[in-house]
């Protein structure tokens, strides 16, 4: 079984390749993330304590944390879950995945240093592998170096180095450092500060143009009331007029009455007699013809033998 050992602090890794099975037999039926004293592995490793991560079984297939089987299963399994990366979005899919339960069916485990030992393993703890990339945010990188406000942190960037480059017969160094994130320069305050008086302009603008509209508003509104109370105030004077005539005509017709009476006595009037009713007609009775009666024939007696 091959070993995969890692070490935090330095950044190394190494791997170690152990036949012997009563060696072996201290990783077994361990769970991942499980911590194991190293000292049955040999005296090299004496006093330190591994934390296991993970590994794959002889056919490559990887321990899955939470499976609680030494052996492998197949789980259906979608995005969010380990050991799996879905290439549409909703896509599930069943998958074959070793239990966190070490066993001998095993190829390779991976071991993290918890606790180092007495002695120093070889191209392990004695060697240190700097990081690749240092850090891009400016809070990230004034914590590194424990820098203050006040300092400069493109100063303090990590920088890449690359492969150097020959040019006219010289060769130049080349380094590459990553763009800084969320830097406060003089920039970005003046970019800031632009963007809030544009706020501040626009409020402005906005309560301004509420006030004039407003004004605008009630000034239609008292416009069309008084045009509401002037065609009002016509009809009101349309309907007295129109009231004043009717009086006028009906005082003359009255005095005009008045001047025929006085003239000459008026015929007095002959109440109508009313109509005679009239009878109903009498529906007319049709004689039926007289049908002459015929005498019954005289019965003739037998005559005796």
Request: glycine content about 6%; proline content about 6%.
């Amino acid at each position: 079984m091959k070993l995969n050992i890692s070490y935090p602090a330095t950044g190394a890794i190494k791997s170690v390749v152990i036949d012997d099975e009563k060696k072996l037999r201290l990783f077994y039926d361990k769970r991942v993330s499980q911590e194991v004293d190293g000292a049955a592995l040999g005296d090299e490793f004496k006093g330190y304590v591994f934390k296991i991560t993970g590994g794959n079984d002889k056919q490559g297939f990887p321990m899955m944390q939470g499976v609680l089987v030494n052996g492998r299963v197949r789980l259906l399994l979608k995005e969010g879950h380990p050991c799996y990366r879905p290439r549409r979005d909703g896509e599930r899919k069943r998958k074959s995945v070793r239990g966190c339960i070490v066993g001998p069916d095993m190829s390779a485990l991976n071991l993290v240093i918890v606790k180092k030992g007495d002695g120093e393993l070889p191209d392990l703890t004695d060697k240190y592998v700097p990081r690749r990339l240092g850090p891009k945010r400016a809070s990230k990188i004034r914590k590194l170096f424990n820098l203050s406000k006040e300092d400069d942190v493109r100063k303090y960037v990590i920088r890449r180095e690359l492969p150097a480059k020959e040019k006219n017969g010289k060769t130049i160094k080349r380094s590459k450092a990553p763009k800084i994130q969320r830097l406060i320069t003089p920039e970005r305050i003046s970019m800031k500060k632009a963007v809030i008086t544009q706020k501040k302009e626009r409020a402005q603008q906005r309560v301004s143009a509420a006030a004039t509209y407003a004004k605008l508003l009630a000034k239609r509104k008292k416009e069309q009331r008084d045009r509401r109370a002037s065609q009002i105030a016509k009809r009101r004077a349309s309907s007295k007029g129109s009231v004043k005539r009717a009086s006028t005509s009906s005082l003359k017709e009255n005095a005009a009455k008045k001047v025929k009476t006085e003239s000459g006595a008026a015929k007095p009037v002959v109440a109508a007699k009313p109509a005679a009713k009239v009878a109903p007609k009498a529906k007319a009775v049709v004689a039926k013809p007289a049908v002459p009666k015929v005498k019954a024939a005289a019965k003739v007696a037998p005559k005796k033998k």
